[in-house]
């Protein structure tokens, strides 16, 4: 089969091999734009997606990548948890004005209905509208807590709870809600030396384990889960060990249902809800932005 383009006249003119380049280097675009469409989620308006995704390819994602997740240029807006913490409005704010003294330009030109296709779609990358989403109950997630699930025997939350571990309070503020899970199921990930468990065993055959608060050559300030502090000179010890895990325990993967672990999970989420407002003032700071 002979395959013919019906060109317009000033077109035939043209020398053919430059046409023939300027012809495949279209359908090549082409080809990769609808290769990469191929395997993403989209979220709930596949229509506004559709409009976003194409809108998001052709104008973040030089810079940011096709999956948002950051490129040479700028960096990951997808997985990135301070990113996340935005409102749409703060996003809509950000593409809206730049950050030109970093280099990312302004968009304000485009208008701001194509803004927000663009941020929808981000939002799909972030993956709120697709898999990842939280659909806990929050109010069980809090009975959880401070209940069944024992967070709240080392954990504080708005002043209630015990002090071995960090208070959570405004832990949702810098953690996305995967980050979140993440933790819980996983305590032992990325998890600090000042973390360690500390077990000291007495002369006269006693045994507390917690995590160290002070220590120096003489003396250990351990403090036990109940929350207590234990001042121990060393000399006293007959064996002192420092294991690389945490405290907390860490099969809550298989002690709390799939359905627990969603509701806890909403619930810490939740917790600093209140004070969203804040999180364009956090990104601000963090970023050094006026
Ligand atoms: C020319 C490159 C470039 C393009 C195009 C670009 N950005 Fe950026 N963007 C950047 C850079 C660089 C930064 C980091 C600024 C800084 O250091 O604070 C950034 C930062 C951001 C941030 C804040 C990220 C953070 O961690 O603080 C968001 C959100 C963002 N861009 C969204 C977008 C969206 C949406 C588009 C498409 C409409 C886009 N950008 C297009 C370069 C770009
Ligand atoms: C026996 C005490 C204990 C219990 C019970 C416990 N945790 Fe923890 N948790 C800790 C300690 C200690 C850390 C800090 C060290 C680490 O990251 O493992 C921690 C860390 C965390 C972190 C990360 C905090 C940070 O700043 O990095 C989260 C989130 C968390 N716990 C949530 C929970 C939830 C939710 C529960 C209940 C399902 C729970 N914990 C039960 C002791 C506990």
């Known amino acids: 089969m002979k395959i013919r383009f019906v060109l317009p006249r000033f ?10 380049a300027i012809l495949a280097s279209h359908f090549a675009a082409v080809a990769v ?18 409009q976003g995704k194409q809108a998001f390819i052709s104008r973040c994602s030089t810079c940011h990548g096709i999956d948002g997740r950051g490129g040479e240029h700028a960096p990951d807006i997808a997985t990135s948890a ?51 989403k939280v659909n806990g109950n929050t109010s069980r997630g809090r009975e959880l807590f401070f209940g069944p699930a024992h967070c709240s025997d ?28 993440q933790a819980i199921v996983n305590p032992n990930r990325d998890l600090s030396p000042k973390a360690d468990t500390v077990t000291a065993f007495t002369r006269d055959g006693s045994k507390l384990a917690g995590v160290a608060r002070n220590e120096d050559n003489f003396s250990l300030q351990l403090q036990t889960p109940d ?6 000179m060393k000399s006293d010890l007959a064996a002192l060990s420092h294991d690389h895990h945490s405290l907390m325990p860490s099969d809550y ?38």
């Not at 077109?11 to 023939?20: D, G, I, N, S, T």
């Not at 002090?163 to 959570?168: A, H, I, N, R, T």
């Open 11 to 20: 077109a035939r003119k043209r020398p053919v091999p430059l046409l023939f």
């Open 33 to 50: 734009a609808l290769n990469v469409g191929g395997d993403q989620r989209l979220g709930g308006n596949p229509t506004a997606s559709t």
């Open 82 to 132: 301070v990113v996340q913490q935005l409102s749409d409005a703060d996003l809509d704010a950000i593409v809206r004005n730049g950050v030109p003294s970093r280099g990312m330009p302004s968009f304000q030109a485009l208008g701001l209905a194509e803004i927000k296709t663009m941020v929808a779609y981000l939002r799909v990358l972030q993956g709120r509208n697709g898999a990842v």
């Open 154 to 181: 080392c954990h504080m939350i708005r002043g209630e709870g015990g002090f071995l571990g960090p208070d959570l309070s405004d832990y949702s503020r810098s953690h996305s809600p995967e980050n979140i899970r």
């Open 227 to 232: 929350g207590s502090f234990h001042l121990l």
């Open 253 to 290: 993967a298989s002690r709390l249902s799939a359905r627990d672990l969603d509701d806890v999970v909403s619930f810490l989420a939740s917790v600093c809800t209140g004070s969203r407002g804040g999180a364009i003032t956090d990104w601000k700071a963090a970023r050094g932005v006026n």
